[in-house]
């Protein structure tokens, strides 16, 4: 069974940068895509960055283009989001899955921007 266990989230100010840590157990990492969703209070859970099993391909929502990155290390079964130029509205708990979403949730990580 695969788990997820998201890391790295904090209290940052606007315009400030944090970085996401994924870790996954099991065996379908290197195989499967990977993404970032993020679930902000009284909002749907949304998703909002995916990457490619070889890493070739990432793909991004409108809302973050341009000011997060993601990432994965294959031998650590490990998927990362770089997150900069933070903005308040990116306050959110985030959480990574495939891009189907399906399975087990981790807990997430709180990421608050304070303007």
């Known amino acids: 069974q695969v788990q997820l266990a998201e890391s790295g989230g904090g209290l940052v100010q606007a315009g400030g940068s944090l970085r996401l840590s994924c870790a996954v157990s099991?065996?379908?990492?290197?195989?499967?895509?990977w993404g970032w969703y993020r679930q902000a209070p009284g909002k749907e859970r949304e998703l909002i960055a995916t990457?490619?099993?070889?890493?070739?391909?990432?793909n991004y929502a409108d809302s973050v283009k341009g000011r997060f990155t993601i990432s994965r290390d294959n031998a650590k079964d490990t998927v990362y989001l770089q997150m900069n130029s933070l903005k308040p509205e990116d306050t959110a708990v985030y959480y990574c899955?495939?891009?189907?979403?399906?399975?087990?949730w981790g807990q997430g990580t709180q990421v608050t921007v304070s303007s």
């Open positions: 899955n495939t891009p189907l979403g399906g399975g087990n």
């Open positions: 099991g065996s379908i990492f290197g195989i499967s895509a």
């Open positions: 990457i490619g099993s070889s890493a070739r391909t990432t």
